[in-house]
């Protein structure tokens, strides 16, 4: 049994089920390409280059059902799946108005155009889920403002911080996230411009102003208008895998801290809800900062590819544009899961002070030697003071038993800094 996404996600639990893999499956791209065929009949009527009537047809037939399998498999013949679609289009439009089926367009026109639908409709979900996890982590980084945790650097204790800072940084990137998906998002534009992107046969259909049809075209799909045609100028596409890239890098960030600090043995926060093991009863793993982190280490390579495909030769490609189509569209998957694994993660996480504030206690005071060797400088010099300071590390005994450091303020929590103000400051923006 598949799904509506035309793909059952049996090894991508990451994105299986999300609203971006029903938003990306073949049926949706089957969709946005029937859309940009009934766009372009529109346009050109709105135009005055086909009958009002020819527009309602295409209109009418593209709602019908056309059969995305066998698409598929006749796409082998041309390449893509424009031209078998054309043919099944103009079949059901019947013979008076389907000669206006992609009348002018070329099969780059409508599939690009119809990848930039697709993109649309799918980072819709993506900036909900991105706002519903900044809005979990702008309460646990105000909740968490003043709780002291142990700062942690090329893996070791180095000095107090928060965890309403570290939940504070990981919204900020969530939010560049975001600016960066709705600034992408905004400026995804229509591709018309024919056989090479001169929109001759517009012209040789009757348009009086050619250059004026991409603006109505990109009006009746809610697109915006191309300044050119963009066949072999793949800004589009590599604005797409910058931020999508981004992205999930940003929510990969988050997701390796949770994994990190629910270690068993650190455990100072663990998954709302973690996944069961099949063969450990006992355990409970963090399912969804795994499955984030996994699509955080995919996307750049993802990305990489659709950077390459920005050498495309000439006024269209051969082969470039076509290595395009399944690492974007895995990229919009593998986001469009991990934004909402981390709205699923951020809702849900627990935090547990009492386990950092006894993590803070390890070093025996050490954690504020910092704070320590800056105190002492005036009084023995600061080389003496750090070699005191070194000597005592050493010997792995607790600060406190130490005789010049009787009077020492050896309480970690008050050594915080401006954790506080960070996090104030942090979550003033919106």
């Known amino acids: 049994m598949t799904s509506p996404s035309g793909d059952t996600g049996l090894l991508a639990p990451g994105w299986a089920g999300s609203a971006a893999a029903a938003a990306t499956g073949d049926h949706a791209y089957l969709r946005a390409l029937l859309d940009a065929e009934a766009a372009l009949a ?4 709105a135009l005055g280059l086909a009958p009002a009537e020819a527009a309602t047809a295409v209109t009418e037939a593209a709602g019908g059902a056309f059969d995305a399998v066998s698409l ?19 079949k059901a439009v019947g013979d008076m108005y389907g000669p206006y089926v992609h009348r002018g367009a070329t099969s780059q026109d409508i599939l690009d155009t119809a990848t930039m639908l697709v993109a649309a409709r799918a980072l819709g979900p993506v900036l909900a889920d991105l706002g519903r996890t900044e809005q979990a982590l702008a309460r646990l980084a105000a909740g968490h403002r003043d709780t002291a945790m142990p700062g942690r650097t090329l893996t070791q204790h180095a000095v107090p911080t928060t ?4 939940a504070a940084g990981w919204r900020s990137l969530v939010l560049d996230a975001r600016d960066r998906v709705t600034a992408v998002r905004e400026s995804l534009p229509a591709q018309l411009g024919g056989a090479a992107g001169t929109l001759a046969a517009f012209g040789a ?3 009086s102003d ?3 049809l991409p603006e109505a075209y990109a009006r009746e799909l ?8 963009w066949h072999t100028l793949r800004t589009p596409i590599g604005d797409l ?11 990969g960030k988050v997701a390796v801290d949770v994994l990190t600090l629910s270690r068993t043995e650190i455990a100072e926060v663990l998954e709302g809800s973690g996944g069961s093991s099949s063969a450990m009863p006992h355990k409970s793993n963090p399912v969804r900062s795994t499955l984030i982190a996994a699509a955080a280490r995919r996307a750049p390579q993802l990305a990489a590819t659709l950077y390459g495909a920005m050498a495309a030769e000439d006024e269209r490609p051969a082969g470039a544009w076509h290595a395009e189509w399944e690492p974007l569209r895995d990229l919009l998957r593998l986001v469009g899961g991990a934004a909402r694994d981390s709205a699923e993660l951020a809702e849900g996480l627990r935090v547990r002070p009492e386990a950092m504030r006894e993590h803070l206690d390890l070093t025996h ?9 800056a105190e002492l400088a005036p009084v023995l010099g600061r080389a003496r003071a750090k070699e005191l300071l070194t000597r005592l590390a050493a010997k792995g005994r607790p600060l406190a038993e130490a005789p010049e450091l009787a009077d020492a303020d050896l309480d970690p929590t008050h050594y915080t800094g401006s954790a506080g103000a960070l996090t104030d400051r942090a979550l003033e923006r919106r």
């Open 42 to 45: 529109r346009a050109q009527a």
């Open 72 to 90: 598929a498999g006749r796409a082998r013949a041309g390449g893509n799946p424009v031209i078998p679609l054309v043919a099944d289009l103009t």
């Open 163 to 166: 965890f309403g800072l570290k």
């Open 205 to 207: 259909y009757g348009a």
């Open 210 to 212: 050619p250059a004026g």
């Open 222 to 229: 809610g697109l915006r208008a191309p300044d050119l045609p």
């Open 241 to 251: 895998a910058g931020c999508l890239a981004f992205a999930a890098g940003a929510l």
């Open 365 to 373: 005071g050490l954690i504020v030697s910092e704070r320590l060797s």
